[in-house]
């Protein structure tokens, strides 16, 4: 089964920093999904980012982007010019391709908070 | 406007009393699945369901039961509630099973049993 690892429970940055948050995961499958949720006091999921495991270049959504490391099975998410609405729980997730493995695995989640 | 609503929002309810989330999509997508939120496990998926009349579980079934009599309608049924199962509930939807496709979650449903 696949596992997705997120160790940071906590992060902090200063405003207009730039922050990094860690996932690792654990798979034996080839071509699969990793995703970075977002989760703020609404609680409302929202997909901030997602990447193709067969595409080898980084996925950017303005000042989001993910640094994807296949072989080492990790998948960090990088916040630029961090801004208060960018406080939330982030969650990183997988997805696979097999019949089965289509399921979004969580990680236990990144409370970030940005400090004015 | 494209969305999952989730009904009731909160709910407070007592041990055994069996109750009901409804869960609607307006997106035609096929795949629909219900996970649960706990603190310090993240989400888990309990059911989802391919297709109308299509089930299976998830990681965490027990105590839980689905139907998908419709393709817009996903209800999530608790039949004898336990305080376990205290817990922020989401359903997602999307056109299709597999990760190239965006799940759409509805806004979580916040039971408590006590």
């Known amino acids: 089964a696949q596992t997705v690892t997120q160790s940071q429970p906590e992060m902090s940055v200063q405003e207009a920093e730039t922050v990094t948050l860690s996932c690792t995961y654990d798979t034996s499958e080839s071509d699969y999904y990793l995703f970075w949720y977002k989760q703020p006091p609404s609680r409302q999921m929202i997909l901030v980012i997602r990447?193709?495991?067969?595409?080898?270049q980084n996925a950017t959504e303005n000042r989001f982007s993910v640094n994807f490391q296949k072989a080492a099975k990790s998948f960090s998410l990088k916040i630029s010019d961090s801004q208060l609405g960018d406080a939330a729980m982030y969650f990183c997730?997988?997805?696979?391709?097999?019949?089965?493995?289509?399921?979004?695995?969580f990680g236990t989640g990144t409370r970030l908070t940005i400090i004015p | 406007e494209a969305q999952v609503t989730q009904n009731p929002r909160y709910l407070i309810t007592v041990t055994g009393k069996k109750l009901t989330v409804t869960c609607s999509q307006n997106m035609n997508h096929e795949y629909m699945s219900w996970y649960r939120q706990d603190p310090g496990l993240g989400l888990r998926q309990i059911y989802y369901s391919m297709n109308v009349e299509v089930t299976d579980k998830g990681d965490v079934p027990e105590g839980y039961k689905v139907s998908r009599k419709e393709k817009r309608n996903f209800p999530l049924i608790l039949e004898s509630p336990s305080p376990n199962q205290t817990s922020l509930y989401f359903c997602a939807s999307s056109l299709r099973p597999r990760g190239l496709y965006e799940q759409y979650f509805g806004p979580g449903t916040r039971l408590t049993v006590t």
């Open positions: 990447q193709e495991a067969y595409k080898q």
């Open positions: 997730a997988y997805s696979g391709s097999n019949f089965g493995n289509e399921k979004l695995t």
